[in-house]
């Protein structure tokens, strides 16, 4: 299996995972609602409060899938619960920059 396929994501309380039966996951919490259509050979299940993924072959590219819609989903997940942000590091000497 994909190392990172076969890893469990944990649902927060106060997040609603669900998959309908075109295989599309839609994923609701305070900060809003996504969805993603999900590959045909990977089956997403919702149990006790995890979001498990499988996939039914072991070719190439479906194993690529499988790393690929964990990854998205658990995304879904943190997008919806804290939102995005973007840092700003600045490292060096001779650069002058303050935030206004």
Known sequence: MSRIGRLPIAVPQGVKVSVDPNNTVHV??????????????????????KVELS??????EVKGFHG?????INNMIIGVTKGYSKTLVINGVGYRAEAK
């Open 68 to 72: 690929l819609y964990r990854q998205m």
């Open 28 to 49: 609701e919490g305070p900060k809003g609602k996504l969805t993603c259509a999900v590959h045909a050979e990977i089956k997403v299940e919702v149990k006790d409060g």
């Open 55 to 60: 996939r039914s072959k072991d070719d190439l």
